[in-house]
């Protein structure tokens, strides 16, 4: 095979596997869940609300921060890929001084806790 039968063959397989890749996306958006009622949505809403209520209750009795700066060193959703690395930084400036590992642990025991909340809420919500 010369080069140039080499670099069509290549261009081709990329082709076919962008093909396969939109397919395959279009396939899973096709089967995606209906979505919420409002009533739905509005447990939804609560739930998340009370799952993120309850994980700044736990930060700040952690910290012995008051629950409004724990609230300020949380970040916007979905600006951040990894939240709490950001939230225990901005905590760490609060207190002007190092989490310790204990802290660092429950904090990260309390992450745990409000995701599960969150996923559990997301199951459940349909269902309602």
């Known amino acids: 095979m010369n080069r140039l039968q080499v670099r069509r063959r290549g261009w081709l397989v990329a082709r076919v596997a962008a093909v396969v890749f939109v397919v395959g996306a279009v396939g899973v958006s096709a089967r995606a869940?209906?979505?919420?009622?409002?009533?739905?949505?509005a447990f939804l809403k609560a739930e998340l609300k009370r799952g993120e209520d309850a994980f700044v209750a736990e930060l700040s009795r952690i910290t012995g921060l008051p629950e409004a700066k724990v609230r300020k060193?949380?970040?916007a959703k979905g600006r951040i890929v990894d939240p709490l690395a950001r939230t225990?930084?901005?905590l760490e400036r609060e207190l002007a001084q190092p989490l310790n590992d204990?802290?660092?642990?429950a904090i990260i025991a309390a992450e745990a806790v409000r995701k599960q909340t969150v996923e559990q809420a997301q199951a459940e919500a349909p269902k309602r």
């Open 33 to 41: 869940e209906p979505p919420l009622s409002p009533s739905q949505a």
């Open 73 to 75: 060193a949380r970040p």
């Open 88 to 90: 225990m930084s901005a």
């Open 102 to 105: 204990e802290q660092k642990a």
